[in-house]
């Protein structure tokens, strides 16, 4: 049965300023390395065998602080990188309109058409994160892949294995250097075979982490 790990970033400046990040990027916090250190030491015994990362920094300088203690290359995916926020991106939430606002909420919580100008809709960060997700497959019998991507990335991918419309309201914490785990099983019951066995676990960190949902 193949396993994939999924990590979310570190937590970055654009964190903790509450700005909208999509793929626009903001460096690492000392927070953020220091998460991105726990992980490292969380998954290093469990013999990762391939590590593929969004192309953004901050999810390359998290996969670099992992897979230097899993002794792996990295592999750089565009496909892992974070929603097209459009014009709002490096935007403070609280400098938002009213209208901008309600593109932000409206993006991701319930509206299937909805984009912000300039912008993708999560139907489209959908067709590319589950084509990522399985390319796994294809990966030699016996690998261990650990992605690093994002908080909407990772939450819309969670809510298609569990057949929740993309764009439903956020019902899964993943915060910062949390770690989720899914898997791939031929069974006859199963739509698309992929399960979610775990979810924004952060139990190897030490401090708080925010998460998506609260910028």
């Not at 938002?96 to 912008?119: K, Y």
Request: hydrophobic fraction near 40%; aromatic fraction near 4%; charge should be negative.
């Amino acid at each position: 049965m193949l396993q994939v790990y999924l990590v979310r970033h570190g937590e970055t400046e654009w964190n903790v300023a509450h700005c909208i990040q999509g793929q626009s990027d903001s460096p690492l916090t000392e927070v953020g390395i220091r998460q991105a250190k726990l992980v490292a030491e969380r998954v290093k015994s469990i013999g990762i065998t391939h590590i593929i990362s969004s192309d953004l920094g901050r999810t390359q300088k998290t996969a670099e602080i992992i897979a230097q203690a899993c002794h792996c290359n990295i592999i750089l995916e565009p496909r892992l990188r974070e929603l097209n926020m459009g014009i709002l991106e490096g935007r403070a939430i609280s400098s938002l309109s009213d209208e901008e606002e309600r593109w932000r909420r409206n993006l991701v919580n319930s509206s299937p058409g909805a984009r912000i100008p300039d912008g993708e809709s999560m139907g489209e960060i959908t067709e590319r994160m589950f084509t990522t997700l399985e390319k796994c497959r294809s990966l030699p019998a016996g690998s261990i892949p650990l992605l690093v991507s994002h908080g909407i990335w990772l939450g819309a991918l969670l809510n298609r294995i569990l057949v929740v419309p993309t764009y439903a309201e956020r019902r899964l914490r993943l915060r910062n250097c949390s770690i989720s785990k899914v898997a791939f099983q031929e069974t006859p019951w199963l739509a698309n075979g992929w399960v979610v066995e775990t979810a924004g676990d952060i139990s190897h960190l030490v401090e708080p982490a925010l998460d998506e949902q609260q910028i």
